[in-house]
């Protein structure tokens, strides 16, 4: 699983298992020898305490460790963790939307959707 955003001055690309890779323009220029992708070198996640390379193996493990040391300080602290379940609700209605709206020949759909089902799941079938 990957995931890019792009900004004005950059774009940042994340890939499995935990690599982070920074583009330093708002999109992909092939032929612009002057810029390349960097790689982000995060000591925490990259690199045990004694500085040697981290097994890609833990990655998931490390992941949970900092959702649930989110959790845990949100809960302590009385605020929404960043990895809240509303959050996970309004970008499940924002993909579910996306195929809603494909289905439905590209028309936007209202959020949230009307229809609660998973859009795929009448894909061939009857809803």
């Not at 460790?65 to 509303?86: N, V």
Request: with cysteine; hydrophobic share 35%.
């Amino acid at each position: 699983m990957a995931w890019a955003r792009s900004c004005e001055r950059a774009t940042l690309h994340a890939r499995s298992p935990g690599d982070v890779f920074i583009y330093p323009a708002p999109v992909v220029v092939p032929d612009a020898p002057d810029v390349a992708w960097q790689k982000i070198w995060v000591e925490s996640w990259h690199f045990t305490p004694e500085h040697m390379p981290r097994s890609s193996k833990d990655w998931l493990h490390r992941g949970n460790q900092i959702l649930l040391g989110d959790q845990f300080a949100a809960i302590e602290g009385g605020c929404e963790p960043p990895a809240s379940i509303q959050s996970a609700h309004q970008v499940t209605e924002m993909i579910q939307g996306v195929y809603t709206s494909h289905f439905a020949d590209g028309r936007r759909m209202p959020i949230p959707l009307t229809d609660r089902r998973h859009p795929l799941d009448s894909v061939g079938g009857t809803p």
